[in-house]
């Protein structure tokens, strides 16, 4: 994986809502995506702290995982949230918003792939009859790459 990539969809921490084992898993999501560990206030600092301090069921400790995940969330793709997965509050990545989605097909912000023009220059969503998804991102000259998708 390269440090520009955006990250992909899925699971980075499953099983566990030890703020101990969050903020160890998450931290090294933000390590493998360039993203300082410094820049996240006081993380370098808990990262050399042992399981069983007294810190990790402090308060301060839930403040410094809310700010981890909101650095994770604005390393996710258009249309995708990092946080619990909807279906189990234990697994912790970067899913599709599917609200999101409707809602930016609903209001005109989001084409569909088929019906733009080859000079469109933005984000469009293909959707296929079995239900599968993709976010692709189209450069004005008639590329496109995918974003991301999903079955």
Not at 111 to 122: I, K, L, S
Not at 143 to 150: G, H
Request: proline content about 4%.
């Amino acid at each position: 994986m390269t440090k520009t990539e955006q990250p992909r969809l899925g699971s980075i921490s499953h099983g566990t809502l030890r703020t101990y084992d969050l903020t160890s898993a998450l931290a090294g999501t933000l390590d493998d995506y360039g993203v300082s560990l410094e820049s996240v206030d006081g993380l370098t600092d808990a990262l050399e702290l042992d399981e069983d301090d007294e810190f990790w069921n402090s308060e301060e400790a839930s403040w410094l995982l809310e700010r981890i995940e909101d650095s994770l969330m604005d390393l996710a793709a258009p249309f995708t949230y990092f946080g619990a997965h909807p279906g189990d509050g234990s697994d912790y990545g970067f899913w599709p918003d599917f609200d999101a989605v409707d809602m930016a097909r609903t209001d005109g912000e989001l084409p569909d792939t088929a019906t733009v023009p080859e000079d469109y220059n933005g984000l469009s969503v293909d959707v296929n009859d079995h239900g599968n998804m993709a976010i692709l991102s189209h450069d004005g000259a008639g590329n496109r790459t995918i974003v991301w998708d999903c079955v």
